[in-house]
């Protein structure tokens, strides 16, 4: 699903530049679940946004399902993210004036469907997350589990081939934590591939395989 080879990213800065990724070489199958770990400044959340097409890698290249994804123009680049990603942040996201079901239908909006096909798709992502009867809450009644968990579905309501997430429970406590992560192994369970970067261990647990960065290498993965 996903091939990077040699993959760098450099940042400039005031004593030149500074090395975030120093030739990443990694692959995602189908359907796995993998989680990338690594202290702060370690690259993994760099790595993250350039598999996820967001971020152009300095030198190097990332091929998403036999695609070349950075060889593609902006707008190729943009559809091919719409049509083939879905992600997960620490900060939600979501906007506070729009219903969750309507904050799940977002990632709709450019799609040729009618209005009703949108809600049921949204309704249909928001059940499998277990929030049918959230549906008309606006984002200031919901938890912050409830709130991470309508981020996952609007994330995954246009079923895109893989799903990223980036800290996904950075801003929940551990019981809270435990419920979205069981979440994404559900997910997986389903069939969907997840590249998901997280500085908590409890987290890895979920995942078949752990890739840790350090210093902007890979390190050996754990099976």
């Known amino acids: ?6 993959v760098t990213k450099n940042y400039p800065s005031g ?10 070489d990694l692959t995602v199958e189908t359907g796995e679940f993998v989680c990338i770990m690594g202290q702060s400044g370690s690259g993994k959340s760099t790595l993250l946004t350039i598999l996820g097409g967001m971020c152009h890698p300095s030198a190097g290249s990332v091929e998403v399902d036999g695609a070349a994804i950075y060889s ?6 943009a559809d091919f993210r719409a049509g083939h990603f879905g992600f997960v942040f620490q900060s939600f996201h979501l906007v506070p004036y729009l219903t969750a079901l309507e904050n799940v239908m ?3 909006a450019p799609l040729k469907m009618s209005a009703l096909e949108k809600q ?7 059940t499998r997350v277990g929030l049918a009867d959230c549906a008309g809450r606006l984002p200031s009644r919901l938890s912050g589990g409830e709130q991470e968990r309508v981020a996952i579905a609007r994330a995954v309501v246009n079923r895109p081939a893989i799903l990223f997430a ?4 950075g801003n929940l406590d551990s019981a809270t934590s435990d419920q979205v992560m069981g979440l994404f192994a559900e997910l997986h369970q389903a069939g969907q591939t997840i590249v998901m970067v997280t500085h908590n261990p409890d987290n890895g647990r979920y995942a078949q395989r752990t890739i840790r960065l350090k210093d902007g ?4 993965p754990d099976s």
């Open 1 to 6: 699903m996903i091939t990077t080879s040699n």
């Open 15 to 24: 004593a030149g530049n500074v090395a975030a990724l120093k030739g990443v």
């Open 72 to 77: 593609l123009n902006d707008d190729g680049l």
């Open 106 to 108: 977002l990632p709709l």
């Open 120 to 126: 049921q798709l949204a309704s249909d992502a928001l």
């Open 166 to 169: 980036d800290e996904p429970t």
């Open 217 to 220: 290498l890979l390190d050996t």
